[in-house]
């Protein structure tokens, strides 16, 4: 079964507010990752956070990680057209598997 | 560094036929994951090498399907014979142990439609 399960499916919104995407997973974990994916192109790695860290920053962007929900969350500050793409989670096996398994993603479109 | 390098863009073929897809990782990484995106089932992981050698392939649909790296800069899946639900997009993504908890980087894919 999946992994990680992002909510929601599908995210619309304007330019200049923020997106919050959320995903959920089932099995421990040694990190979490997020990946973006444009159309027509291959995943981009956005930002890892390990599972001992609660948050983590890196320029708009915000991660989460709760995992005594095992739960996660990606901020995306001040949004902009470009950041229009799927979102997706990524975990990692446990004992340090190179394995990871993704969810189904949130697509995210940021209007002008 | 060029990224991970994925051939032929786009594939369409008939039923029946053999597709071979290719793909060459990041000089210095060595782990290969070779991936299957649809609609309805998202991205899913066929199989993944660690120097050259197959660490899990429960991914891989069926006997249709291998995997092989000849090199540890070059891999090829093959469906042999195709069929209509192979459609789909191919990604492979390359990653090094030295790559932050395993972070990997992924090709442009493949998008290969069976007719």
């Known amino acids: 079964s999946q992994q990680g399960e992002e909510d929601p499916q599908a995210l619309s919104i304007q330019e200049g507010e923020n997106a919050t995407m959320n995903c959920s997973y089932k099995?421990?974990?040694?990190?979490l990752q997020w990946y973006r994916q444009n159309s027509g192109r291959g995943l981009v790695h956005l930002i890892l956070?390990?599972?001992?860290?609660r948050e983590k920053h890196s320029g708009r962007l915000r991660v989460t990680l709760d995992t005594s929900k095992k739960s996660s969350s990606l901020l995306i500050t001040a949004s902009r057209a470009a950041d229009t793409a799927s979102y997706f989670c990524?975990?990692?096996?446990?004992?340090?598997?190179?394995?990871?398994?993704f969810g189904k993603g949130t697509k995210l479109t940021v209007n002008p | 560094d060029a990224g991970v390098i994925q051939s032929p863009r786009h594939e369409v073929t008939e039923m029946g036929q053999e597709v071979t897809l290719r793909c060459k990782l990041i000089?210095?990484?060595?782990?290969l994951f070779w991936y299957r995106q649809t609609m309805m089932r998202g991205l899913e992981l066929l199989i993944y090498?660690?120097?050259?050698?197959?660490?899990?392939d429960s991914g891989m649909p069926e006997d249709r399907f291998s995997a092989k790296m000849p090199n540890a800069s070059f891999s090829t899946l093959k469906i042999q014979p195709s069929e209509p639900r192979d459609s789909a997009v191919y990604f492979c993504?390359?990653?090094?142990?030295?790559?932050?908890?395993?972070?990997?980087?992924f090709g442009p894919g493949t998008r290969l439609t069976v007719l």
């Open positions: 099995t421990s974990i040694n990190n």
């Open positions: 993504a390359s990653s090094t142990r030295q790559s932050r908890g395993n972070e990997q980087f």
């Open positions: 956070i390990r599972s001992n860290e």
């Open positions: 990524a975990t990692d096996g446990e004992g340090g598997s190179e394995k990871l398994v």
């Open positions: 000089s210095g990484h060595n782990s």
């Open positions: 090498f660690n120097n050259n050698v197959p660490i899990d």
